[in-house]
């Protein structure tokens, strides 16, 4: 007797008209969208700024370190080990300490730290979401424990979606343990529907498009 057979007569015993369950529905296929560089970057300025976060173009990496510089203006700040911002000089500014090793040094980093600097590895352009893979160059803590979070990040890194992303990394466990998304500031409406930022995060969060 077939596993169906066995289940409608269970049906018919308890009293319970009709056939089985339907199955389940297919997963949708991933569609990629084709959209041209600066409707990327123009949409995921859009929509980050939206949730209140706040983003800033400039030229070229000489541009974003000096953009840094200024806006630290005396604030200590702790950097992640991401090639990029190597490139960018930003671990020679003043008040920047970076090249950490040792968890526990770079815990004690970030919790005296204004400002947690990264990179990022993609930028979502549909929903403003900046994606951070966990690993010796980008640890975690970085863009999580300091009050401010600021990314800066080549234009190359745009890609339209989830399902560029997931079409890129349909097994993101193999790459990394832990994938971080970042659509502006932390943000928890948990006690009595009140909107608070900054409680499970940083409060203000920037992302520094560099070139086009």
Known sequence: MSRESVLGNVRKALGRPGGASPGPVPAPRMVCKSWDPERRIASFIQNFEALAGKAVRVPDAKAAATWLSTFLSGRSAVASN???LRECGITDLPGVVGGFTDRER????????????????????????MILMAS?????LISLLPPVHVAIFPASKFITGLDDLFTILPQPAEHTSSMVMITGPS???????????????PGEVYAVIVGS
Request: net charge negative; glycine share 8%.
């Open 187 to 201: 943000r928890t409406a948990d006690i009595e529907q009140i909107l608070v930022r900054g409680v499970h995060g």
């Open 106 to 129: 770079l815990r004690t980093a970030c919790a005296h730290s204004h400002v947690g600097v990264t990179s990022v590895d993609y930028a979502l352009a549909e929903t403003g979401t």
């Open 82 to 84: 991401s090639d990029f």
């Open 136 to 140: 010796p160059q980008e640890a975690r």
